[in-house]
């Protein structure tokens, strides 16, 4: 089992910053993938950034340049730091952790963008 608790989310105006944190504990293997995905009500769950424990990172189109994904190994912890918001940015946003078909997701976190 993996457990992951995400922070950081919460209310800011357009063009404002974020940075969102998910911890992961339990049986966590060494070579994963962890990311971030969004789902907005009356949208499909759509894929914000991934970064595997090498480094590599996948971004969707919509957050590319704004948008950045980190992690802390050592930590076990991934990082959105999310830059020039926008109101369209709107949506609860949920970590994620993959290894192999093993597929964990976190509680979730509301981020808003708005004036």
């Known amino acids: 089992q993996v457990q992951l608790v995400e922070s950081g989310g919460g209310l800011v105006q357009p063009g404002g910053s974020l940075r969102l944190s998910c911890a992961a504990s339990g049986s966590i293997f060494s070579i994963n993938t962890m990311g971030w995905y969004r789902r907005t009500p009356g949208k499909e769950r759509e894929l914000v950034a991934t970064?595997?424990?090498?480094?590599?990172?996948n971004y969707a189109d919509s957050v590319k340049g704004r948008f950045t994904i980190s992690r802390d190994n050592a930590k076990n912890t991934v990082y959105l730091q999310m830059s020039m918001l926008k109101p369209e940015d709107t949506s609860v946003y949920y970590c994620?952790?993959?290894?192999?078909?093993?597929?964990?997701w976190g509680q979730g976190t509301q981020v808003t963008v708005s004036s």
């Open positions: 970064i595997t424990s090498r480094g590599s990172t």
């Open positions: 994620n952790y993959k290894h192999l078909i093993i597929d964990y």
